[in-house]
């Protein structure tokens, strides 16, 4: 499962567990507020006593406070350390971090070597592809890295230009674990679906493939794909709500967990034949027995059994 930025918490996780993930990362932790450990530092790092794997993702593009922040993060126990070159966002990509980083090859790799020099972990990095049309600058900047000593690479097959849609250059990524064979390189970009997910393993020819948007509010899709099992029942779907929305409240309280709990419940709710007065009671839960009075309601308008969810 892909670091994703105010949603892979513990109760995501844990959520996403119980559904058939592996293997997956904090969302992305700020350099500069690790460092000074100002912010929800706490909350992001906070690992479970029954999490076999986590990765924690650092951002920032400033060499003294990743060195400082990775000297937090060893007084931590994490699986490894993944430095993010990936991120479009407008407030980390201002600082020259993320996205802006991955296209500063030197200053990427310098930050990367800064990093290296002090954590205890096994460093990977997550990464877009640079050019669409030519796989030179992404080779380089991977090439830079293993040089480094990364241990794996997670290349999105979208450019920065192209946030999180569009389509997903399989080429670039094939080039990459072509190139360097003896790194595990992750293939992520546009996989939502048994179909998506051949379509990646084959023509990216990576044999590991990371989840995000196409996990959102359908965790069992790890599972479909990993085992070819059905999708959830309808009671399978109200349980995996409720746990996922009980853990939040273990972690941050019930009264912030249920307002983080409108986003989550409407992407459970999305594109699953829910009549749309539900996804609208979705955005106002203020305490645990609202959502127990919209979880017995909830009917899909048609179909019985398992409730697959409808791609668009
Ligand atoms: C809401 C959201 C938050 C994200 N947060 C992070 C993050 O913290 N770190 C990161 O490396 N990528 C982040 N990403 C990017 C995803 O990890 C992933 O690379 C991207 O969504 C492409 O994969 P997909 O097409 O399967 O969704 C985020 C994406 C979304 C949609």
């Not at 060499?63 to 400082?68: C, G, R, V």
């Not at 480094?148 to 674990?177: C, D, N, P, W």
């Not at 399978?236 to 409240?249: D, G, K, L, N, P």
């Amino acid at each position: 499962m892909a670091p994703l930025s105010g949603f892979t918490d513990l109760a995501y996780r844990r959520t996403a567990y119980r559904c058939g993930c592996r293997y997956a990362f904090t969302e992305m932790v700020d350099a500069a507020s690790l460092a000074y450990a100002n912010g929800n530092g706490e909350v992001l790092l906070k690992r479970g006593d029954d999490e076999k794997f986590l990765a924690v993702q650092l951002v920032g593009a400033d060499e003294t406070l990743l060195t400082k922040a990775a000297l937090k993060l060893n007084e931590r126990d994490f699986s490894l350390l993944d430095f993010n070159l990936g991120c479009p966002v407008p407030k980390v990509v201002k600082k020259g971090a993320g996205a802006a980083l991955g296209q500063n090859i030197d200053h990427a790799l310098r930050c990367f070597e800064a990093i290296s020099k002090v954590s205890k972990f096994p460093l990977t990095a997550k990464m877009r592809i640079l050019d669409e049309n030519d796989p030179e600058p992404t080779l380089k900047l991977c090439a830079g890295l293993a040089a480094l000593g990364a241990k794996a690479l997670t290349v999105h097959g979208r450019t920065r230009e192209h946030f999180y849609t569009g389509e997903v250059k399989f080429s670039i990524i094939r080039e990459v674990q072509a190139h360097f064979p003896d790194i595990p390189v992750i293939a992520n970009g546009g996989v939502n679906s048994p179909e998506t997910y051949r379509q990646m393993r084959e023509r990216s020819s990576c044999s590991r493939v990371m989840l995000a948007q196409g996990i959102m509010g359908n965790p069992w899709l790890f599972r479909e794909l990993a085992a070819g099992s059905p999708p959830p029942t309808l009671e399978q779907w109200r349980e995996t709500v409720f746990f996922h929305v009980s853990e939040m409240i273990a972690l941050y309280g019930e009264a912030s967990a249920m307002r983080q709990a409108r986003k989550i419940v409407h992407d459970y709710l999305k594109g699953r034949g829910f009549p749309a007065a539900l996804r609208a009671e979705a955005s106002t839960l203020t305490v645990l027995d609202d959502l127990k009075r919209l979880l017995d309601r909830a009917e899909p308008v048609q179909t019985s059994g398992t409730i697959r969810k409808i791609l668009n």
